[in-house]
Antibody, heavy 122, light 106 residues
């Protein structure tokens, strides 16, 4: 069974940093691209970032470009999101999601983890 | 950025009846469209990809149609567990989601 388990969320002050992790199991991790998708409280879904199987292709939403960095460690079956210069509008539940392919092109998301909550507030 | 617009925002339907949800793209996304279901407190679940292909384990009462800019998710004979929020997502050019349609019990 494919499992994605996020961790690393919490309460952080504006301008500070946080690093999210996603532990994957039940599939060959380095055969697939991976993504982060977020959902602000009571709001819809927003794609944040994606990374190809070999980290050779990476993409970011404009809202996080220059502040967030996605990475993966295939040896540890793990996905990461380094979030710097956090803002109140980054407050959301952050989901890790698996892509159907190795590359970022033509990616939908299946499955999703249960999410980790990031709250940016002073 | 491709903008996805879902309608209606809220749909009230009785159990056993059919529900039709719409999703419109601001430019053509070909058939590169997915649908997700999200229940309160849960992560989204993939229902449909490629505009009309059901994901593994999704019941046949869920069907998707459309291409280009107009898409429809149809749920025939609604079951109690189908009342949830539904999102469409295009993956033709980067990835963007619609704002969601809440399907509620009438």
């Amino acid at each position: 069974e494919v499992q994605l388990v996020e961790s690393g969320g919490g309460l952080v002050q504006p301008g500070r940093s946080l690093r999210l992790s996603c532990a994957a199991s039940g599939f060959t991790f380095d055969d697939y691209a991976m993504h982060w998708v977020r959902q602000a409280p009571g709001k819809g879904l927003e794609w944040v970032s994606g990374i190809s199987w070999n980290s050779g292709s990476i993409g970011y939403a404009d809202s996080v470009k220059g502040r967030f960095t996605i990475s993966r460690d295939n040896a540890k079956n793990s996905l990461y999101l380094q979030m710097n210069s956090l803002r109140a509008e980054d407050t959301a539940l952050y989901y890790c999601a698996k892509a159907p392919l190795k590359w970022l092109l033509r990616n939908w998301f299946d499955p999703w983890g249960q999410g980790t909550l990031v709250t940016v507030s002073s | 950025e491709i903008v996805m617009t879902q309608s209606p925002a809220t749909l009230s339907v009785s159990p056993g009846e059919r529900a039709t949800l719409s999703c419109r793209a601001s430019q053509s996304v070909s058939s590169n469209l997915a649908w997700y279901q999200q229940k309160p407190g849960q992560a989204p679940r993939l229902l449909i990809y490629g505009a009309s292909t059901r994901a593994t384990g999704i019941p046949a009462r869920f069907s998707g149609s459309g291409s280009g800019t107009e898409f429809t998710l149809t749920i025939s004979s609604l079951q109690s567990e189908d009342f949830a929020v539904y999102y469409c997502q295009q993956y033709n050019n980067s990835r963007t989601f619609g704002q969601g349609t809440k399907l509620e019990i009438k």
